[in-house]
């Protein structure tokens, strides 16, 4: 329980308790006391209408749903509703408890124009100053977050740029064997040491980017597949990828970490009847990837396992970060005799951002 924000939330609901009266003098009452005693018994019906508007009509119909029209004929609606609220609760609770020989007049209640445009005043500047105040607190979190995510940004540069050392060797040195290879005339060595290299300059000098095109992350997967191919020659694999389709952009290596996993946890692991489905759809508005593999059916079924293994937390946190956690969904499902992955995403534009259709 967040006890901060609830000992914010009450010192401004007592702050305006002790403040309004002085508002309201004269204008109700001209005592202090009166005027803290009918604001009492108001305050309860202001703080939900108040809360009502701040944490729904505000964020959900004017921000999310932009129904601009319905927004504010509700906004105007709860106004006159509070302030009407604030006449019938001093009439008929306020007065019964605190002045109960105090006999009222019609205009003393329906015709004071005076007091209910004070009392639309105070809803507004609650309504004003609740607002800023929240905004402001989210403005100065979100700055010391995007400090945080900064400091966190060039750590990861940093390890990223020195494990990049080994690998960067790796990659020369596999050209100079994919030179031997051709000169020997071995067709199926050069080839795979091709397929290799294409993989490792993607994985070192292409995913320095936040995004890439899909056609490229279908290539690597491709190319990753046939290296496996060679060490698994009884592997029964289907494969279905779009042929022709939009430019879209994905996470680089998002893919392929699925992938990877499927012959790491499940095709490694059998002696037979290995198999493997991979399948890529495109639907008007969103991209679904789709993996399934065998798995030995003397292992116990543990998502836990998996969805704990530090390339699944990269991946789901890479999704958290660059697509956000509304705009994907992803389902693991750990079965006897099989293991699959779902994972379903928006479309991508080059910079990251969602098409809206």
């Known amino acids: 329980m967040n006890y901060k924000r609830i000992i914010n939330h009450v010192s401004f609901w007592l702050a305006l308790l002790f403040l309004y009266p002085v508002w309201f003098l004269n204008a109700f009452s001209k005592h202090y006391i009166d005027n803290l005693l009918s604001t009492l018994c108001v305050l309860p019906v202001f703080i939900v209408g108040l809360y009502f508007i701040v944490y729904y009509l505000i964020p959900v119909l004017l921000i999310k749903k932009k129904k601009y029209f319905f927004f504010f004929v509700s906004y105007i609606i709860v106004i006159i509703s509070l302030a009407y609220s604030?006449?019938?609760?001093?009439?008929?609770?306020?007065?019964?408890?605190?002045?109960?020989?105090?006999?009222?007049?019609?205009?003393?209640?329906?015709?004071?124009?005076?007091?209910?445009?004070?009392?639309?005043?105070?809803?507004?500047?609650?309504?004003?100053?609740?607002?800023?105040?929240?905004?402001?607190?989210?403005?100065i979190e979100g700055y010391f977050e995007k400090e945080k995510?900064?400091?966190?940004?060039?750590?990861?540069?940093?390890?990223?740029?020195?494990?990049?050392?080994?690998?960067?060797f790796l990659f020369n040195t596999l050209n100079n064997i994919y030179t031997l290879s051709i000169e020997a005339n071995n067709k199926q060595v050069s080839d795979s040491i091709e397929k290799l290299s294409e993989l490792l300059r993607y994985s070192i000098y292409e995913c320095k980017d936040k995004f890439t095109s899909l056609n490229k992350e279908i290539r690597i997967i491709n190319n990753y597949i046939e290296l496996e191919k060679l060490r698994y020659s009884n592997l029964d694999?289907?494969?279905?990828?779009?042929?022709?389709?939009?430019?879209?952009?994905?996470?680089?290596?998002?893919?392929?970490?699925?992938?990877e996993n499927?012959?790491?946890?499940?095709?490694?692991?059998?002696?037979?009847?290995?198999?493997?489905?991979?399948?890529?759809?495109?639907?008007?508005?969103?991209?679904?990837?789709?993996?399934?593999?065998?798995?030995?059916?003397?292992?116990q079924p543990d998502p836990l396992k998996y969805s704990n293994g530090i390339?699944?937390?990269?991946?789901?946190?890479?999704?958290?970060?660059?697509?956000?956690?509304?705009?994907?969904?992803?389902?693991?499902?750990?079965?006897?005799?099989?293991?699959?992955?779902?994972?379903?995403?928006?479309?991508?534009?080059?910079?990251?951002?969602?098409?809206?259709?």
């Open 149 to 168: 995510l900064k400091t966190k940004v060039a750590e990861a540069e940093l390890n990223m740029l020195k494990s990049q050392i080994h690998p960067h």
């Open 262 to 299: 499927a012959f790491k946890h499940g095709t490694s692991k059998l002696t037979k009847n290995k198999w493997l489905k991979l399948k890529l759809e495109i639907t008007k508005d969103e991209v679904i990837f789709n993996i399934k593999n065998g798995k030995n059916k003397t292992l």
């Open 86 to 139: 604030d006449v019938l609760i001093n009439r008929f609770v306020f007065l019964p408890l605190f002045s109960p020989n105090y006999i009222p007049t019609y205009e003393t209640y329906y015709l004071r124009l005076n007091h209910m445009y004070r009392v639309i005043v105070m809803t507004q500047s609650q309504v004003f100053i609740f607002i800023s105040l929240k905004y402001l607190k989210n403005y």
């Open 311 to 357: 390339g699944l937390k990269n991946a789901v946190k890479r999704l958290d970060l660059l697509l956000g956690k509304e705009n994907y969904k992803l389902a693991i499902n750990d079965l006897k005799d099989s293991f699959e992955v779902s994972l379903h995403h928006k479309i991508l534009d080059n910079e990251g951002k969602v098409r809206n259709y």
């Open 237 to 259: 694999i289907e494969i279905s990828f779009p042929e022709h389709h939009e430019i879209i952009y994905v996470i680089p290596l998002l893919y392929f970490t699925f992938v």
